[in-house]
């Protein structure tokens, strides 16, 4: 008895054997494809896009070959595959082993002439086996663009909302030579590719949503449009002047705005007016030594919100500049750090500071920062910091300051805030100790557009309606 054991296990051992070794043939095979539809957001022509795949997975316990895996929009698709390695248009009898699975690679290039507005570019992919077909579906967002490489700005230029506008290598604006950027574009900015600014930038944005004008990274698709330093940022160099940026949107760069060196007129080197710069990784605002006004802007979820070294000149009026620690950048330096010294090879160097900062929110969450607003001084240059009207969070005062009015250490009470979701809306609740407690100034409208009071002004760059 114990022999014909053995060898009924023997037998049994070589039955599953040569069953894996078999191919189901029945189109009741169970097959699992790992997606249904896969979609791509905007793809700029000739730039291409990121792969994306699926997985066709075999759950028998026998082989399965695959009749073929067919790109239904044959060899002209604006779609490309490639199928456990072999390059479609078509890929047939194809084997997977039992409880194996083959991976399916998906590329979208869109077609140069496609005109100007984005179009919507579909496609399938059938899967077939035993008779049964399995589809899944391709959908992409394409779009023209003006390709710039290296683009130099060497006599006066305006760019138009015609197209939108891909920069790769790097943007520079000439000494002495404007670059005008009227309301509706969008630049969209390659990874390695800095802004630079010798010459004048004017950003013609306006209020409503279509019009304002936005830089950000060239990369749209999921997870990448969300992180931060995709693009170098806007650096102003010591001889760039006059720079005006009006309702302008700039966003996931390494450093948003860069200023160095004082103006070289009376004018400040930078005006930003009603602006978001948001997920910045380094900062949001650097400036060093400069000059800079900001008005009802928005400074949000940066690793340095703003960051005044070495003195300069700088007004901040309707400002709101808060943090959270998310996903993608903890909160650990304050919003707000002003100095009139820089250290550099153990050599401190210090300027005239002139600051002042009024009806103007300074908040963070998240990251265990007790002081969000920092100011030091060092040497004996003129130092004037003057904070008016405002709402902070600060465990510590500052010293070396003038401030008149403060609200310290009271939730302004933004009205939605989801760092799961990536979701910050900065405008104030009901009931937000912001609420009609600033100071009246010239300043008339808020980040929206829309019309403040006469009479009292809330803190912040938005006004409660």
């Not at 957001?41 to 000739?46: A, E």
């Not at 084997?95 to 179009?119: R, T």
């Not at 449009?225 to 806007?234: D, E, N, V």
């Amino acid at each position: 008895m114990k022999t014909l054991g053995i060898l009924s296990i023997s037998i049994l051992a070589i039955f599953f054997a040569c069953k894996k070794d078999s191919f189901i043939t029945s189109p009741d095979a169970i097959v699992a494809i790992t997606a249904d539809t896969l979609k791509y957001d905007t793809v700029f022509v000739t730039s291409g896009s990121i792969t994306q795949s699926f997985k066709i997975v075999n759950q028998n316990n026998q082989k399965l070959r695959l009749t073929s895996v067919k790109l239904m929009g044959g060899s002209g698709s604006a779609f490309k595959i490639n199928v456990d390695g072999a390059i479609g248009p078509e890929v047939n009898n194809l084997e997977i082993n039992a409880n194996d699975s083959v991976y399916v690679f998906v590329q979208v290039n869109v077609d140069p002439g496609s005109g100007n507005l984005p179009l919507v570019i579909r496609d399938s992919i059938q899967v077939s086996y035993n008779g049964k077909n399995k589809v899944v579906q391709l959908e992409a967002w394409g779009q023209n663009a003006h390709f710039l490489v290296n683009k130099e700005i060497t006599t006066n230029e305006t760019w138009n909302n015609d197209l939108p506008y891909v920069i790769l290598g790097y943007l520079y604006v000439a000494p002495n030579r404007t670059l005008t950027i009227n309301k509706g574009c969008r630049i969209y900015v390659n990874a390695g590719a800095p802004i630079i600014i010798d010459g004048t930038l004017q950003v013609n944005g306006e209020k409503d949503t279509a019009d304002r004008v936005y830089f950000q990274g060239e990369r749209l698709d999921d997870p990448y449009k969300y992180f931060p330093a995709s693009w170098p940022g806007i650096y102003f160099n010591t001889g760039s002047y006059n720079n005006i940026l009006n309702y302008a949107v700039i966003k996931n760069s390494y450093q948003s705005i860069a200023v160095q060196d004082p103006s070289v007129n009376a004018n400040p080197k930078v005006v930003l007016n009603q602006c978001v710069i948001d997920n910045s990784y380094d900062a949001g605002i650097i400036a060093v030594n400069s000059s800079l006004n900001a008005i009802n802007c928005l400074i949000s979820n940066c690793g340095k919100n703003i960051y005044l070294l070495k003195g300069g000149i700088y007004n901040f009026i309707h400002c709101t500049v808060a943090s959270y620690s998310n996903t993608f950048i903890q909160h650990k330096n304050p919003v707000l750090t002003v100095t009139n010294y820089i250290t550099s090879n153990n050599i401190v160097t210090s300027s005239d500071l002139n600051a002042q900062f009024i009806n103007c929110i300074f908040w963070g969450e998240g990251g265990g920062v007790d002081d969000e607003v920092t100011v030091a001084k060092n040497g004996n240059t003129v130092f004037n910091v003057n904070f008016d009207h405002d709402l902070w969070k600060v465990q510590n005062t500052p010293s070396n300051i003038d401030s008149n009015q403060i609200i310290n250490n009271q939730d302004p009470l933004f009205d939605s805030i989801s760092t799961r979701l990536n979701y910050y809306n900065f405008r104030l609740r009901n009931g937000s100790p912001a609420l009609n407690k600033g100071v009246a100034t010239s300043v008339n409208i808020d980040l929206d557009g829309n019309i403040r009071p006469i009479g009292l002004p809330d803190l912040g760059c938005f006004e409660r309606q």
